[in-house]
């Protein structure tokens, strides 16, 4: 097992996401890997990144194929090391949650009502930016890298965000609203990364966050 603060050892890069989402999740981290691919900084050097399921249904074989895709997809070859996918139980996603200002409530069926953001998290675990919505510019994740590797903290006074909802029979389409501000689900103030979030293995008796 290992925690968080053994993973987080050089600036990284935070998205909260679930695998199975039919709204921002997919678009989301595919302009992550997009920007991965353009921006100059090299991953594994100068920062990692880390994707965790805030649904505590998903397996560690989704989030090991979910890795897979998003890494084959990517022009630049990156060690798998320098991007993980975990999944976890509730108890520890609601921590980690509650430790970075994100908020996620379920629709009352199979999906969630979340925002997209990222979160720039520098060694000494302190929250230093949030990248907002699901499309991000190389110069604008740069910057972020970088003053996250320098403990800037700049979080953002206020932004639009984007969120995902579940399936409109009558639309027969899922429906993206971006113009509803979530002011709850970013705290503004400059938070500490302090949770334990236990990485555990694929045994299906294990309930902390597996690594992928």
């Given amino acids: 097992t290992s925690t968080l603060r053994d993973i987080i050892k ?9 695998y199975h989402c039919p709204g921002i999740c997919s678009p989301l981290l595919t302009s992550l890997s997009q920007v991965v691919d353009k921006a100059d900084i090299e991953p594994g050097k100068d920062y990692q990144l880390l994707t965790i399921s805030f649904d505590h249904r998903e397996t560690f ?15 630049r070859a990156i060690n798998p090391d320098d991007w993980k996918f975990m999944v976890g139980d509730s108890v520890n996603i609601a921590k980690i949650a509650d430790a970075v200002g994100f908020r996620f409530k379920s629709d009352g069926k199979n999906d ?3 925002a997209g953001a990222l979160m720039m998290i520098s060694p000494e675990g302190k929250i230093t930016r949030y990248l907002l919505g699901t499309s991000y510019l190389p110069f604008d994740f740069k ?34 609203n971006f113009n509803r501000v979530a002011g709850t ?3 503004l103030g400059v938070g500490i990364f ?19």
């Fill in 10 to 18: 050089k600036p990284t890069v935070l998205a909260l996401v679930y």
């Fill in 185 to 187: 689900v970013i705290f």
């Fill in 143 to 176: 910057m972020a890298v970088v003053e996250s590797s320098k403990g800037i903290a700049t979080p953002p006074i206020t932004k639009f965000l984007a969120y995902c909802f579940s399936y409109d029979p009558k639309g027969n389409k899922y429906v993206f």
């Fill in 112 to 114: 969630y009502i979340h």
């Fill in 61 to 75: 074989d989704i989030a090991s194929r979910w890795k897979k895709n998003y890494l084959n997809g990517m022009e």
């Fill in 194 to 212: 302090f949770v334990v979030l236990l990485v555990k293995g694929r045994k299906k008796t294990n309930t902390g966050v597996n690594n992928g």
